[in-house]
């Protein structure tokens, strides 16, 4: 059977974008509602029982997500399946992860096994919340945002759109992270960062 032919039979498809690496870790908890992968250049045909394809040739009843760790990359994606007719799904959620009162989860977005999102918070469309983050009361989180596994952010923080937050970083309360920033692994952020910013270290320095 063609990808083509398999893509066309179906209806109201899920299609994760990203079959790398961390597509292995969603798919343990999702694989009910993934229907197939899509790399750009795909270097497979098939990840575990699942069709990966490498084009959209696909009908405009398809939804999908996105699963990358790398925010540019899926803004890009992003901006790609929307050009081709595809429309967002709901937030994939993963076992065991919580989500308060009043939060609000932007379309897209991955939501993994052990995170935690309290109470009062946003959090934008096509993020990747990771295993065991914790995203706490009254936190904003921008679009296209990847949360790395482990990272702690403070009550009344504000994130922006396509920040990269590394494994274990820690976020002090009510700082602001500008737009496109980059938190090394394990850095604490005791401080603003502006938009464009790289910092790393405890405590975080910028570097770029």
Known sequence: MSRKNYIA?????????GAGGHAKEVYSWAKDKIDYFYEDISTKEILYDKLVTDS????RSLIFAINTGNPIVNKNLYTKAISAGLTLSKPLMGPLSYIGTDVEIGDGTVVCTYARINGASRIGICCLINVGALVPHDAIVGDFCVISPNVVIGGGCKIGNNVFIGIGAVIKPCINI???ATIGIGSVVIRDVPNNTVVVGNPAKEIK
């Open 178 to 180: 500008g737009d496109n």
């Open 56 to 59: 959209f040739l696909l009908d």
């Open 9 to 17: 039979m179906k209806e109201h498809s899920i299609v994760l974008l």
